[in-house]
């Protein structure tokens, strides 16, 4: 079983930069694809990004546009949101998931792992 805890969230001005940390615990994440999804308040949750921890492969989401990357450090087993250029409709819990994968990262995937959430407030 594969534990998550995200941290980095809080609140940033428009415009501004936040690094997101999701820490895997339980078990190496090899062959599994990683990733963030989001959920702001009475909309659905979306995915945002994701990556392969084998195949380094990643995936965006088109809202994302080019403005974040994201990572996976084997080493430390902790997956990375890098977000710039924030805007207050990206204000959101994020999450961090994981799912075995043998052919690289879907933002469609199956993940089976969830964290408990970071939130992401962007405003003045």
């Not at 949750?45 to 450090?73: K, L, W």
């Not at 998931?97 to 199956?110: I, Y």
Request: glycine share 14%; with cysteine.
């Amino acid at each position: 079983q594969v534990q998550l805890v995200e941290s980095g969230g809080g609140l940033v001005q428009p415009g501004g930069s936040l690094r997101l940390s999701c820490v895997a615990s339980g078990r190496n994440l090899d062959y599994y694809q990683v990733a963030w999804f989001r959920q702001a308040t009475g909309k659905e949750r979306e995915g945002v990004a994701c990556v392969h921890s084998a195949y380094g492969n990643d995936a965006f989401a088109d809202f994302v546009e080019g403005r974040f990357a994201i990572s996976f450090d084997t080493g430390k087993n902790t997956m990375y949101l890098q977000m710039a250029g924030l805007k207050p409709e990206d204000s959101a819990t994020y999450y961090c998931a994981s799912g075995r994968s043998w052919h690289g990262c879907d933002l469609k995937g199956r993940y089976d792992s969830w964290g408990q959430g970071t939130q992401v407030i962007v405003s003045l």
